[in-house]
């Protein structure tokens, strides 16, 4: 149990002293940055699924939101 403990005040120990913290900026900066690279993506793979994998006629290849539909339902 007391190694338990070590490691606990070891680690806050590091958390407050050696770790380099980012400033308000920097956090709402590179926040900005991955929201928008995530919608950026998340509305190309939507495209590419939608251009490849929208084809219910004879349901050759239904696209990866097909699959995705399927977990949930």
């Given at each position: ?17 050696r770790v ?54």
């Amino acid at each position: 149990m007391d190694k338990v403990k070590q490691y606990i005040q070891e680690t806050a120990i590091e958390l407050r002293e050696r770790v380099t913290w980012p400033t308000w900026d920097e956090l709402f900066v590179h926040t900005r940055l991955v929201l928008v690279t995530t919608a950026i993506l998340t509305g190309y793979v939507f495209l590419v699924d939608f251009i490849f994998g929208a084809n219910p006629e004879n349901k050759f290849f239904e696209g990866i939101l097909h699959y995705i539909y399927q977990i949930f339902s």
